[in-house]
């Protein structure tokens, strides 16, 4: 598969689809599942309701946003890959956060959430034939390829697993 061109995907979101290395967004999604529950393995609760500033969301709020919003990419995917030319809405990150119920899950639970979630996205982008990849739909009012979709989910991912590795962990007091 080749990488995606800027004119397959909205330009917000470029930063996540530089962010993938080479143009096997397929290897990559599948590392990460394994990188995630790297990740959180040996995790504490207490760690999982850590928020490093004011405002932000704790850990488990942002995996659990890392998981709602790759649920939605692969839905958009989904339905351009199947020449869907319906426009798919939008949807507000914080409101999703907001409503997810995170604070009350373990974060255990959310990471293998997560792993399940991304195993059935690789299952869905495995079964895609050649010709779907490049197929254009509209999702939040902006022309994207399934192509682009999947290397955004694998670019949204990191995007979100640096934020922890660089901003949450290190800054988490250790009793």
């Known amino acids: 598969m080749k990488r995606p061109e800027p004119t397959e995907y909205a330009e917000f979101y470029a930063n996540y689809v530089s962010k993938v290395p080479g143009n096997d967004v397929l290897s990559v999604l599948e590392s990460q599942r ?17 928020r490093y500033a004011p405002g932000k969301w704790t850990v488990k709020e942002v995996l659990g946003h890392i ?18 030319r319906t426009p ?29 979630v991304r195993g ?19 999702a939040s009012q902006k ?19 640096i934020i922890l590795e660089e901003r949450y962990f290190p800054a988490i007091p250790r009793a």
């Open 67 to 84: 998981t709602d919003t790759e649920r939605i990419f692969t839905y958009r995917a989904l339905r351009i890959a199947r020449g869907d």
């Open 120 to 138: 059935a996205s690789l299952a869905l982008f495995r079964s895609f034939p050649e010709d779907a990849w490049a197929r254009r739909g509209v």
């Open 88 to 116: 798919l809405p939008g949807f507000e990150q914080d409101d999703f956060v907001k409503n997810g119920g995170f604070s009350e899950r373990t974060l255990v639970g959310l990471a293998e959430e997560f792993a399940l």
């Open 143 to 161: 022309e994207v390829t399934t192509r682009a979709l999947a290397f955004i989910t694998a670019g949204h991912q990191m995007h979100h697993r």
């Open 34 to 50: 394994l990188q995630m529950l790297q990740l959180f393995a040996g995790r504490s609760e207490r760690d999982g309701s850590f």
